[in-house]
């Protein structure tokens, strides 16, 4: 991997497994954003950091047959499991490619690009976007899905554990490798990178009871965050007891008959203007 590689979650098989889960998760949330920004049949479109391929095989039901999805990702492994699930779901019209979304060139008569948790993961979000915007044909569309995780995974009513968890899961503001606060920045990003101002979704995932996912989803994304946590904050993993924490959350949320909300998802979109790059 690169030595501009600033992927704060890591490489691994466990990372590629939950990105999986975590689109289980969030699917109806970015279903229902793509759609109010318009993304539909026919229509080609480019998915920035595709990782496991989800957000581009949500695009490729929405675009159907007669449309296209390209996706792009700077981790060429994570791609071979996105082509195999593009293949066995059967889309003849889903490429992916590898490359970084800085700088990899494209063509430029693209219906809308997309993206969900990336520009949080890219050093210069806003020149990543202008950049993005060149592969946009005018009145192209803009589409990002995005977390600020200055609102944690909260449970209702908290607990000591619940509030432990929401400590581990706010990495301090300044952390290397990723924009903590994407979410509530994109309209500023849009409108630096030369676009007009974005219309805005806010949804956030909640649930309960005993065979709800987002306690093993949870879990895992602090086991991903792990070394990184470690290292910006000093925390002790032996601290987290991460093998138990998914049970151990799931006891304590389903004892109570209470419930937890997930990070909430911040959707920005807009059309590429005449005047843009
Ligand atoms: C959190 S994952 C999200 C994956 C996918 N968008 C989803 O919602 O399931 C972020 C992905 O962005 C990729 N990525 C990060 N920086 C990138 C860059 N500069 N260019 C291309 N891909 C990048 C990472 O390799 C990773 O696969």
Same mark, same amino acid.
């Given at each position: ?9 890591? %490489? #691994?098989? #466990? ?11 969030? /699917? ?7 759609? /109010?920004?318009? &993304?539909?049949? $026919?229509?080609? +479109?480019? *998915?920035?950091?595709? $990782?496991?391929? =989800? +957000? ?8 159907? !047959? ?6 792009? *990702?700077?981790?060429?492994? &994570? ?14 019209? +889903? ?26 993961? &890219? ?14 044909? &005018? ?12 609102? @944690?995974?909260?449970?209702?009513? @908290?607990? *000591?554990? #619940? ?5 581990? #899961? ?33 949804? /956030?995932?909640?649930?309960?009871? @005993? =065979?709800? !996912? ?23 993993? /032996? ?12 006891? =304590?949320?389903? $004892? ?14 807009? %059309? ?6």
């Amino acid at each position: 991997m690169s030595s501009s590689d600033t992927y704060v979650l890591g %490489r #691994s098989e #466990s990372e590629t497994r939950r990105l999986i889960l975590q689109h289980q998760i969030y /699917a109806p949330l970015t279903r229902r954003f793509f759609e /109010a920004a318009g &993304i539909g049949a $026919g229509m080609k +479109v480019l *998915d920035v950091g595709s $990782g496991a391929g =989800d +957000v581009a095989l949500l695009a490729a039901e929405l675009v159907g !047959p007669s449309g296209q999805v390209v996706g792009i *990702d700077m981790n060429p492994t &994570i791609l071979e499991t996105a082509r195999s699930r593009a293949t066995s779901a059967g889309w003849t019209n +889903v490429t992916f490619l590898t490359g970084d979304a800085r700088e990899l060139a494209l063509d430029t008569d693209f219906d809308a690009v997309v993206g969900r948790w990336v520009l949080m993961h &890219i050093p210069d979000p806003v020149a990543t976007l202008h950049h993005l915007v060149t592969h946009l044909r &005018i009145g192209g569309i803009a589409a990002f899905h995005e977390n600020d995780f200055t609102y @944690p995974p909260t449970v209702f009513p @908290p607990t *000591d554990l #619940s509030r432990q968890i929401q400590r581990w #899961s706010i990495p301090p503001h300044g952390t290397p490798g990723r924009e903590t606060r994407m979410g509530t920045q994109l309209l500023k990003t849009y409108l630096a990178a030369g676009l007009p101002e974005p219309q805005l979704i806010v949804e /956030a995932v909640a649930g309960g009871g @005993p =065979d709800w !996912p987002g306690y093993e989803y949870l879990a895992e994304t602090l086991r991903s965050l792990m070394p990184a946590l470690k290292g910006a904050t000093g925390i002790d993993p /032996a601290e987290i007891g991460i093998d138990t924490l998914a049970a151990r959350l799931r006891d =304590d949320v389903v $004892g109570r008959q209470g419930i937890m909300m997930l990070p909430i998802m911040f959707g920005a979109w807009s %059309r590429k203007p005449a005047h843009a790059p």
